[in-house]
C-alpha cells in the first residue's frame, strides 16, 4: 500500500518481504530527536563541500540556451547559472508542464512526462498524547516504532478501490508512528506524540463509502474524516481518543500546499505499478536520470528506485557525473 500496490497488484507482495528482510539485514535509522537530525547532517556535509541552500526561493521556470538548460530563474527576480548540470528533484510533471513552458524539444518526450502519474493521496493525523495507545493485541505493541492497522486483505482491496474511484474509504489502512515510544526525547517527560498516515485517499472527493460524509473539498471534511480515523484507532486501542491533548491534520489538499511535489497528496512521487518502475521510471527511454534537454537530470522518488527517504537516485547520478568529469591530478 506504501507503493500504490494493493493485495491484488501483480508485483505488490514483492516489496513487503524485500522490505522486512532490508530491515532485518541492515536496521532501520531513526534519528535521535526527530526528522530534522537527518535534514541538519545533509546541510552540515554539503556547508563543509562549500554547497549552499536558498530556503524560501521558489523556482519560476527552467532557463534553455542553445539547447542545453543553462540554469533557473527565481521568482524574487534572482537566477542561478549551471555551467555543467541542472538536477531537479522534482516531479516530471512539474518539470515538463510548469518549469520549461517550451518543452524539451522532444514533444512526444515531454507528453509523456506531463502525464507521469500520481499515486493516491494520504492524509497525515498528528497526536499530541497524555500516553501512549492501550493496544487491544497487547501491551508489546508500546515498544514498536510502527504499528499497521489492516485487518486483513480485503479490507486493503476495498480502501484501495474506494480510493481510486474518488470514495472516501469506510474502513482506510493506517500507520499509526510512536516515535515517542522509542525516543522519549520527541515529547514532554510523561507525554508522548503519535503520528497517524491514513492510507489510501482520493485527491478529489467525490463521495464516501460508508455514505455518511457530504462530497466535499478536503479543506471542509479534513475533519470529519479525521473524526473517522480517530474512531478506528479506537477500535483497536480502546480509550485512545480520550488521551488526545491536541491534534493537527493534514488533508493531501494541506500535503500538496506544503510541497508541490505532493501532487494530490501522493508521498510516494508518483504511482509505482509497472509502466512506471523499474526501467520504465519515470517514463520508458529514459530511465537513468538524463532527460531529453542536454544538461538538465531527474532525480528523487519519481526516478528509480523510487520512493523513500533515501539518497539513491542522487547517488547514482552524482557518480554517473563524477564518471564522466575529467581526471583530478590530486586523485580527488
Known amino acids: 500500500m506504501h507503493l500504490d500496490f494493493p493485495p491484488d497488484v501483480a508485483g505488490g507482495?514483492?516489496?513487503?518481504?524485500?522490505?522486512?528482510?532490508?530491515?532485518?539485514?541492515?536496521?532501520?535509522?531513526?534519528?535521535?530527536?526527530?526528522?530534522?537530525?537527518?535534514?541538519?547532517?545533509?546541510l552540515g556535509l554539503l556547508g563543509e563541500l562549500g554547497g549552499e541552500v536558498h530556503l524560501n526561493a521558489e523556482v519560476e521556470r527552467i532557463d534553455v540556451a542553445n539547447g542545453r538548460a543553462s540554469g533557473i530563474a527565481l521568482t524574487d527576480g534572482r537566477s542561478f547559472?549551471?555551467?555543467?548540470?541542472?538536477?531537479?528533484?522534482?516531479?516530471?510533471?512539474?518539470?515538463?508542464g510548469r518549469l520549461l513552458p517550451a518543452g524539451s524539444g522532444k514533444p512526444e518526450v515531454d507528453r509523456r512526462m506531463r502525464g507521469f502519474r500520481a499515486g493516491p493521496g494520504t492524509?497525515?493525523?498528528?497526536?499530541a498524547m497524555s500516553g501512549l495507545p492501550d493496544w487491544s493485541a497487547g501491551e508489546a505493541l508500546q515498544r514498536f516504532a510502527y504499528v499497521h492497522i489492516a485487518p486483513d486483505l480485503a479490507t486493503m482491496n476495498r480502501a484501495y478501490a474506494d480510493a481510486l474511484a474518488g470514495l472516501?474509504?469506510?474502513?482506510?489502512?493506517?500507520?499509526?508512528?510512536?516515535?515517542?515510544?522509542?525516543?522519549?526525547?520527541?515529547?514532554?517527560?510523561?507525554?508522548?506524540?503519535l503520528w497517524v498516515q491514513v492510507r489510501v485517499l482520493p485527491a478529489l472527493v467525490k463521495g464516501d463509502a460508508a455514505g455518511t460524509i457530504a462530497p466535499g473539498d478536503w479543506d471542509a471534511i479534513?475533519?470529519?474524516?479525521?473524526?473517522?480515523?480517530i474512531a478506528l484507532l479506537d477500535r483497536y486501542a480502546p480509550g485512545a481518543s480520550a488521551k488526545i491533548l491536541a491534534r493537527a491534520v493534514l488533508s493531501p489538499s494541506d500535503l500538496e500546499r506544503e510541497n508541490p511535489n505532493l501532487i494530490g497528496g501522493d508521498n510516494i512521487g508518483g504511482s509505482h505499478h509497472l509502466d512506471q518502475f523499474y526501467l520504465f521510471r519515470p517514463v520508458a527511454?529514459?530511465?537513468?536520470?538524463?532527460?531529453?534537454?542536454a544538461g538538465l537530470y531527474l532525480v528523487g522518488a519519481s526516478t528509480w528506485?523510487?520512493?523513500?527517504?533515501?539518497?539513491?537516485?542522487g547517488f547514482l547520478l552524482g557518480k554517473m557525473l563524477a564518471g564522466a568529469a575529467p581526471a583530478n591530478p590530486r586523485g580527488r
Open 13 to 42: 507482495v514483492l516489496f513487503p518481504y524485500l522490505e522486512a528482510m532490508a530491515n532485518q539485514s541492515f536496521g532501520m535509522a531513526l534519528g535521535k530527536g526527530g526528522a530534522d537530525v537527518m535534514i541538519q547532517a545533509m
Open 81 to 96: 547559472a549551471a555551467s555543467r548540470a541542472l538536477i531537479a528533484n522534482v516531479a516530471p510533471s512539474l518539470v515538463f
Open 123 to 127: 492524509m497525515m493525523v498528528h497526536l
Open 168 to 193: 472516501l474509504p469506510a474502513e482506510p489502512v493506517l500507520v499509526v508512528g510512536q516515535p515517542s515510544a522509542i525516543d522519549p526525547s520527541r515529547a514532554p517527560e510523561g507525554k508522548h506524540v
Open 222 to 229: 479534513k475533519e470529519i474524516y479525521a473524526d473517522r480515523v
Open 285 to 293: 527511454g529514459w530511465s537513468r536520470y538524463r532527460t531529453p534537454l
Open 305 to 313: 528506485p523510487g520512493a523513500g527517504v533515501g539518497a539513491g537516485s
